[in-house]
């Protein structure tokens, strides 16, 4: 597509349930990387994928967050048991290689609320 | 580790001033270096990038330069619109990794 899609745009969920985020990027974009920006606060790394490779997870703050992409295609960033701290906006973006050097491209998030 | 630090905000100018937000930082090696924005409401966007050291970056009337010596990319604008209302966000890469300056708000008033 012509950007990075992201949903939903917005989720409310109750403490203790779990949800599931959405990215879909560019056509072609090898690289995808998943970041979380809490209100007042600069990104957070959580994961990148980068094609076929074994995923940097380093990032992932618990056991409760994992995340998934098949090839070069949509990924899905999945928060078990959330809590009220997990509130934020979780952001995607892509990049063609590694990114590194060009920047990436970045969704519009998608804005959690844990009540 | 790599960090970036810029400075806090908030930033509130009139239209037509000077904008400067100081951005230093700490890396091994020769990272490229990143200002992002995020205007109200809208996701992130690049503004501008350098790759190697005294290398310029300018996009919209913005400018950043890529100082080695004082480990430093400063953004500067020379006339703010209240269209550049938004926070601003200095990045270095860490290979593929990129880490993020905790963001600097900036509101021009008309």
């Known amino acids: 597509g012509a950007g990075v899609s992201q949903s939903p745009s917005n989720k409310v969920t109750e403490k203790g349930k779990d949800v599931e985020l959405r990215c879909d990027p560019i056509?072609?974009?090898?690289?995808l990387y998943w970041y979380r920006q809490r209100l007042g606060q600069g990104l957070e790394f959580l994961i990148y994928f980068q094609g076929n490779s074994a995923p940097d997870k380093s990032g992932l703050p618990s056991d409760r967050f994992s995340a998934e992409r098949t090839g070069e295609s949509v990924s899905t960033l999945t928060i078990q048991r959330t809590q009220q701290e997990d509130s934020a906006v979780y952001l995607c973006?892509?990049?063609?290689?590694?990114?590194?050097?060009?920047?990436?491209?970045f969704g519009s998030g998608t804005r959690l609320t844990v009540v | 580790g790599n960090s970036v630090t810029q400075m806090e905000g908030p930033v509130t100018l009139s239209e037509e001033a000077f904008l400067t937000i100081n951005c230093t930082y700490t890396?091994?090696?020769?990272?490229?270096l990143f200002w992002y924005v995020q205007y109200p409401g809208e996701g992130l966007q690049l503004l501008l990038k350098?790759?190697?050291?005294?290398d310029k970056g300018s996009n919209k009337g913005f400018e950043a330069t890529y100082r080695k010596e004082t480990t430093s990319f400063h953004l500067e604008k020379g006339s703010v619109q209240v269209s550049d209302s938004a926070v601003y966000f200095c990045?270095?890469?860490?290979?593929?990794?990129?880490?993020f300056g905790a963001g600097t708000t900036v509101t021009v008033r008309a």
């Open positions: 890396a091994t090696g020769y990272p490229s």
């Open positions: 990045a270095l890469s860490d290979d593929y990794k990129l880490s």
């Open positions: 056509s072609g974009h090898t690289a």
């Open positions: 973006a892509s990049s063609t290689g590694t990114g590194g050097t060009y920047g990436y491209t």
């Open positions: 350098a790759t190697k050291a005294d």
